[in-house]
């Protein structure tokens, strides 16, 4: 695997703290958006990009849920050496721009949430529309939730990376709040996109940057401070049957 494909596959250093969860906010609000999906497909398969040596899976299990990490084929032998898989969890060894990872799905019809925490802003633009188009045309009911930084931070991102900052891969990706409507244009299956908002009753945490986390949420309708904010968004994708479902067929 080219040092691109494997960058492609997990998340920075720098996006996620410690072993592949993060702290803050935004962790949060992955967790929170991952639990709503279970109440309502407690036997769905969560799918982790990304994920590197993240234990998402202990935190999150309900007993019923199915877990799938998708990583680099080098991650995914030491992940394997310390969190061996198990009848409900499973490492895959892909890139996330191979989308053969989604044919390890095991029963779809039982509901899928894929998660890419700090992955998609990675990707060049046309394989982010790829991975949204795949998940929406394979997994029918299912979701996506993942995090981007708006387009003016991609920028700094990108500048300091290369000016060996906190940004060690290259940061290829960034969208802004007024285009969440346009990335439902990524398939005729995808009928809705929203920012994930903060979980109610959340701890006193802070952003990076020490911002307060209740105060994001408020803040992020300030244009210039909302420029920097990072998003955490969830797409999700027509089930069945469904007329959305039946254009896509035709098209």
Same mark, same amino acid.
């Given at each position: 695997?080219? *040092?691109?494909?494997?960058? #492609?596959?997990?998340?920075?250093?720098?996006?996620? =703290?410690?072993?592949?969860? #993060?702290p803050g906010?935004?962790?949060?609000?992955?967790?929170?958006?991952?639990?709503?999906? !279970? #109440? +309502?497909?407690? *036997?769905? /398969?969560?799918?982790? !990009?990304?994920?590197?040596?993240? &234990?998402?899976?202990?935190?999150?299990?309900?007993?019923?849920?199915?877990?799938? &990490?998708v990583v680099?084929? *080098? &991650?995914?032998?030491?992940?394997?050496?310390?969190?061996? %898989?198990? =009848?409900?969890?499973? /490492?895959? @060894?892909?890139?996330? /721009?191979?989308?053969?990872?989604?044919?390890?799905?095991?029963?779809? #019809?039982?509901?899928?949430?894929?998660? =890419?925490?700090?992955?998609?802003?990675? !990707? $060049?633009?046309? @394989?982010?529309?790829?991975?949204?188009?795949?998940?929406?045309?394979?997994? $029918?009911?299912?979701?996506?939730?993942? %995090?981007?930084?708006?387009?003016?931070?991609?920028?700094?991102?990108?500048?300091?990376?290369?000016?060996?900052?906190?940004?060690?891969?290259?940061? +290829?990706?960034?969208?802004?709040?007024?285009?969440?409507?346009?990335?439902?244009?990524?398939?005729?299956?995808?009928?809705?996109?929203?920012?994930?908002?903060?979980p109610s009753?959340?701890?006193?945490? /802070?952003?990076?940057?020490?911002?307060?986390?209740?105060?994001?949420?408020?803040?992020?309708?300030?244009?210039?401070?909302? =420029?920097?904010?990072? !998003?955490?968004?969830?797409?999700?994708?027509?089930?069945?049957?469904?007329?959305?479902?039946?254009?896509? @067929?035709?098209?």
């Open positions: 695997m080219t *040092e691109s494909e494997r960058t #492609e596959s997990e998340a920075p250093g720098g996006w996620e =703290a410690g072993p592949g969860r #993060e906010a935004r962790g949060r609000r992955f967790d929170a958006a991952v639990r709503a999906y !279970l #109440e +309502r497909h407690p *036997e769905a /398969t969560v799918v982790a !990009l990304g994920e590197g040596l993240g &234990t998402g899976f202990w935190q999150l299990d309900n007993g019923l849920l199915n877990w799938l &990490t680099s084929p *080098e &991650t995914a032998a030491v992940r394997r050496i310390l969190l061996p %898989d198990s =009848a409900r969890r499973r /490492t895959v @060894a892909r890139a996330v /721009t191979d989308h053969s990872w989604l044919d390890a799905v095991r029963e779809p #019809e039982r509901g899928v949430i894929v998660t =890419a925490r700090g992955v998609l802003m990675r !990707l $060049p633009p046309p @394989a982010v529309r790829a991975l949204l188009a795949a998940c929406a045309e394979r997994f $029918p009911g299912g979701a996506l939730v993942f %995090d981007a930084p708006p387009r003016r931070a991609a920028v700094r991102a990108r500048w300091a990376g290369g000016a060996g900052g906190r940004w060690p891969a290259p940061v +290829r990706w960034g969208l802004d709040r007024a285009q969440l409507p346009r990335l439902a244009g990524a398939h005729p299956g995808i009928v809705a996109v929203r920012e994930v908002g903060p009753a959340a701890p006193r945490r /802070t952003e990076p940057g020490g911002l307060p986390a209740r105060l994001v949420w408020p803040v992020r309708r300030i244009p210039l401070l909302g =420029a920097l904010i990072p !998003l955490v968004c969830e797409v999700r994708f027509a089930p069945a049957g469904s007329p959305r479902r039946a254009s896509s @067929a035709v098209s």
